[in-house]
């Protein structure tokens, strides 16, 4: 059964595109004609919606934000099908999005007001215990992964936090759990279904086509629509972890903890996420701790164990249920989630609200339904200073924000081995370049209203810079540095996130997709 979308800053998904504006026909009658003909012309595994419970679930991303009306929802339920499709949509030039798990927070990148492919009826998991693969639909969540593979006592390289799709993860990098043994949830990648704009069904290998492989691996929906993933698995057993929420007076421990774990763990099984968040006039300062067996070893998160917490969860227990527990879902899982903030009308100002009166802080809870924004930057070192200039951040800009509707600022931590990058067998579209390591800052803003959008882009941006800017001030040669593209903001120039690889994914591109009709969706496009 498929979970109710939510979100927690250290995972988040963007599945590209971007529009080719003069190419695009936006007339709504021309829009409605082309619904009419897809409608006619695809099998009856598919459907088309102009209104109705299908056609609200296939537009809703988790942030109201990222959600657009569609003139119509297209449900896609075999591969020929999304081959029809394209080439229909080809012909008429009109603007289309598809939409994996709908984590997208970049405005119009997975949504559209044209037509809105909705990948939901891709929904298969088959775990071939010969191969020690997993054929994986492109419209299914990792929460359902993790749980048809459960039994099978093995796991894939995916997403850290409940909800999170499969696709758009995938397209994009997906740090995981198990980066630090197996790499990003793209090095794991044996073979795309691939719907090329032509409308041709391919099986792309690193044998069969190693260019569009090298592509897909970073490169999201610039070469067509990817309709199934053949994913490696890994033998799982009981991992030890959980959630640690310390008070304020505890943020300089934690911040000390955080970089020496970064520069000094040696472990491949250990990992950890520090989150700095701002919720509502509060500040706290959460960890999640990960270790790849059942039993924690010796040493590994001492630091963190050891300093006075206002919540410490941390226990052996299943993989699956670290990643509930990471989002704030109960032990038992419930048949539904509601927002645990109360929306409030547009324009209304937030007031601070007591501590004894908050949910658990988690951005689960704090953020469910409202608008949100993603931004980062990439460093090589967690040092002290740079944690300690977030931690203030965060602090500066809720407080800033908070008359304007902003109930949640948050910068995100995940420490990585330098030998990380250097999992992967082959070359992939990103990261650019597996020299040294690409560690993000994720930064995540929440807000109410719409009208304060624009001031929320804008804050995020500056936060953003700010924090380069210090990085670069304590001797880190990071400006240039690539950025993690399922974090970047919408107006990222490409040369941030695939660096010299630009111009290889531009002449892949137009090899594939002369036309340019995948640059009818919105996103980043080469």
């Known amino acids: 059964m498929r979970k109710p979308m939510i979100l927690i800053p250290s995972l988040c998904l963007v599945l590209i595109s971007g529009a080719f504006a003069a190419s695009t026909i936006t007339d709504p009658r021309v829009i409605s004609e082309t619904c009419e003909v897809i409608a006619g012309a695809v099998s009856s595994a598919s459907a088309v919606h102009y209104s109705g419970s299908s056609y609200e679930e296939n537009i809703r991303h988790w942030s109201p934000s990222s ?88 796991t894939a390289v995916g997403g850290r936090v409940s909800g999170v799709g499969v696709a758009g993860f995938t397209l994009g990098g997906g740090y995981s759990w198990l980066t630090n043994q197996h790499g990003l949830a793209l090095d794991n990648v044996e073979s795309f279904e691939l719907v090329l704009p032509n409308g041709v069904v391919i099986d792309v290998t690193e044998s069969s086509h190693p260019d569009l492989f090298f592509g897909l691996r970073g490169g999201y929906d610039n070469f067509g629509i990817v309709t199934k993933f053949v994913l490696r698995t890994y033998p799982q057993e009981q991992i030890w972890g959980g959630i640690i929420i310390y008070p304020e007076t505890a943020v300089n421990q934690v911040a000390r903890a955080t970089a020496s774990f970064a520069a000094n763990n040696d472990d491949p099984k250990a990992q950890m996420i520090m989150t700095t968040n701002f919720i509502a006039g509060n500040h706290f300062v959460v960890t999640t701790l990960f270790y790849d067996n059942p039993d924690l070893a ?180 990071v400006k240039d540095a690539p950025l993690y593209s399922n974090c970047a903001l919408f107006d990222t120039p490409l040369e941030r996130v695939y660096g010299n690889n630009l111009e290889r994914l531009r002449r892949i591109k137009h090899q594939v997709d002369p036309d340019g009709v995948m640059n009818l969706a919105g996103g980043f496009k080469f």
């Open 298 to 477: 010796p040493g590994v998160f001492d630091d963190f164990l050891g300093i006075p917490a206002l919540l410490k969860d941390v226990k052996t227990r299943s993989l699956r249920s670290l990643i509930l527990r990471a989002s704030a879902w109960p032990e038992t899982e419930p048949s539904s989630l509601e927002p645990l903030v109360e929306p409030v009308p547009q324009g209304l100002l937030v007031e601070e609200v007591p501590l004894s009166q908050l949910p658990p802080p988690t951005p689960v809870n704090a953020t469910l339904e409202m608008r949100g924004i993603f931004h980062t930057l990439t460093v090589t070192k967690y040092s002290v200073e740079l944690i300690e200039a977030a931690i203030n951040e965060s602090i500066h800009w809720g407080q800033t924000l908070l008359p304007y509707s902003g109930v949640f600022m948050s910068y995100d931590f995940t420490p990585v081995m330098p030998t990380a990058p250097k999992r992967a067998s082959t070359p992939s579209a990103w990261p650019p370049t597996a020299e040294g390591t690409v560690m993000p800052i994720v930064l995540y803003f929440a807000w109410i209203s719409e009208f304060s959008d624009e001031m929320m882009h804008n804050a995020v941006r500056q936060s953003t810079s700010t924090l380069l800017d210090k990085a670069v001030s304590l001797g880190q040669d």
């Open 67 to 154: 959600t657009q009306r569609a003139t119509c929802s297209f449900e896609p339920g075999t591969a020929a099908d999304v081959g029809i499709a394209l080439r229909i949509l080809g012909r008429s030039r009109v603007p289309f999005a598809v939409k994996g798990g709908g984590h997208s927070l970049n405005p119009g990148f997975s949504s559209t007001t044209g037509i809105q492919i909705a990948m939901s009826r891709f929904s298969e998991i088959v775990y071939d215990p010969q191969s020690q693969t997993v054929s994986v639909g492109a419209g299914t969540i990792w929460d359902d992964v993790y749980a048809a593979l459960e039994p099978h006592g093995v």
